[in-house]
């Protein structure tokens, strides 16, 4: 059984192969009702926007069917139930599941417990892989990974997206860039593995040092929840805004992405230049995600 | 249980039956006693030697328990904590099993997961498993890695 829980499970030949498929899906370039007969649940115990309908639409656009829970209030978890015989029941409904879980592991946990597969739809502050492969695909669509400089940018610490699309970044030949606000810095074991992995990861002080050597940056949001007080979460935000000013003497090629919600980290006039292209990155969570779903339930 | 030495101090005496574990790193015998579940309150006989010298390491710690013996996953808790030991089976006053400890490439249900946001640190019938490295701990559901203060996370 194929299970999507972690971008550490993927070579690098298994990324390729699931953006090729994106790419076929994104172009019309497929049969349609390929999962006409299949039934997905959906099971989302934190909130989402994106992710959840585009797994959906993806869904739809296969000829398939989904039935969904959408927080723990709705769910027998408030009765005490839990998650491994949550999957054990849903599972015996559904061909396939994906699972948004507050917990980390959550996701590994379901694989254990299920008879169909599962894809990790975020789980806590751990891994959120279908996020990272179309942050891959979006990349890709403009200039091949290979040779690329890419900067994160924001709250590195807690950013699952970030980690992810880091490790998954390791499997290519691409430089890190990474900026981050004191105590937001990337975990000091996971900036080990990409260095073990053969990554040459470099940190920055400020994004105005990095932003001219950028092909990529990867905005993420800044939680006001990680700080003691607003005004020191409007200091700290405030430093590590994206506005026009910042995009002189950029790269030509240069792409801004965000995972989206954005919370003020990118100034909205810079949506009007060539270098944002996070909308169009949210987009391709459909395409990314028909090909997950295909791989998961052919 | 002892006997006096010429020198007019107290010798541990050899058990009947039971385990001694022999080249504990020294400083963690209390420790294997605490992974051993044995307090003040259990009843088992007991003799412990710290900081005993040892040609091969030093020094060292043994621990002697009578009328038990070790089951597998103690002998993995202990291997975390002094690789370097030596389990003896002891019955009727003679060795009748001597093992090194190995720590094996994975551990389940031997050490607790610090990450307060890991699965495996809720009401799930799951137990923690960590996978060995040379640089830690890595917790196969989490991620997270135990690198130092080992002893602190054994269950």
Not at chain 2, 5 to 12: A, E, M, T, V
């Amino acid at each position: 059984m194929y299970h999507i829980i972690s971008i550490r499970d993927f070579e690098r030949s298994d990324l390729d192969h699931l953006l090729d498929r994106a790419q076929e899906f994104d172009t019309g370039n497929y049969r349609p009702g390929l999962l006409d007969d299949k039934l997905l649940a959906l099971l989302f115990f934190e909130p989402s926007t994106r992710t959840r309908m585009s797994f959906a639409a993806a869904m739809g656009r296969l000829g398939g069917k989904s039935i969904s829970v959408d927080s723990v209030e709705a769910s027998s978890i408030v009765k005490g139930e839990t998650l491994a015989d949550t999957i054990r029941v849903i599972s015996s409904y559904v061909d396939a599941v994906v699972l948004r879980h507050p917990k980390e592991g959550a996701a590994r946990l379901a694989s254990e417990f299920t008879s169909v597969p599962v894809i990790n739809a975020g789980d806590g502050a751990g891994q959120h892989p279908s996020q990272t492969l179309l942050d891959l695909y979006t990349i890709r669509q403009s200039m091949p990974i290979d040779g690329i400089d890419v900067g994160l940018l924001g709250d590195l610490r807690y950013g699952r997206t970030a980690h992810s699309l880091a490790l998954a970044l390791s499997l290519y030949d691409v430089t890190l860039h990474t900026v981050a606000p004191g105590g937001l810095e990337m975990p000091a074991n996971i900036t080990l593995e990409l260095r073990e992995r053969g990554m040459e990861v470099i940190e920055h002080p400020s994004v105005e040092e990095a932003i001219r050597e950028l092909d990529v940056l990867y905005v993420t949001r800044i939680q006001r929840e990680r700080f003691p007080d607003s005004a020191s979460y409007y200091d700290v935000a405030s430093s590590y805004r994206i506005t026009t000013d910042l995009l002189d003497d950029v790269k030509e090629r240069l792409m801004i992405l965000h995972p989206l919600p954005r919370a003020g980290e990118i100034d909205p006039a810079v949506d009007c230049t060539p270098y944002a292209r996070y909308f169009e990155q949210a987009r391709n969570g459909v395409p990314v995600r028909m090909a997950l779903l295909h791989e998961v339930m052919k | 249980m002892s006997r006096k030495d010429p020198s007019g101090g107290l010798i541990i005496s050899p058990i009947k039956n039971g385990t001694v574990i022999d080249h504990i790193t020294a400083g963690e015998a209390l420790n294997v006693l605490r992974i051993l579940g044995i307090t003040g309150s259990t009843r088992e006989c007991l003799s412990i030697a710290t900081n005993v010298k040892s040609e091969w390491m030093g020094t060292k710690d043994i621990v002697k328990v009578e009328n038990r013996e070790l089951r597998a996953e103690e002998v993995d808790r202990i291997a975390l904590l002094a690789p370097h030991a030596k389990i003896n089976i002891i019955r009727d006053y003679k060795v009748v099993e001597k093992k090194g400890v190995e720590i094996p490439e994975v551990l389940r249900g031997v050490v607790r997961c610090p990450n307060p946001g890991c699965i495996t640190n809720t009401n799930e019938p799951v137990a923690s498993t960590f996978e060995v490295l040379d640089k830690g701990l890595h917790c196969l559901y989490c991620d997270w890695l135990i690198k130092d203060d080992i002893a602190n996370h054994i269950i």
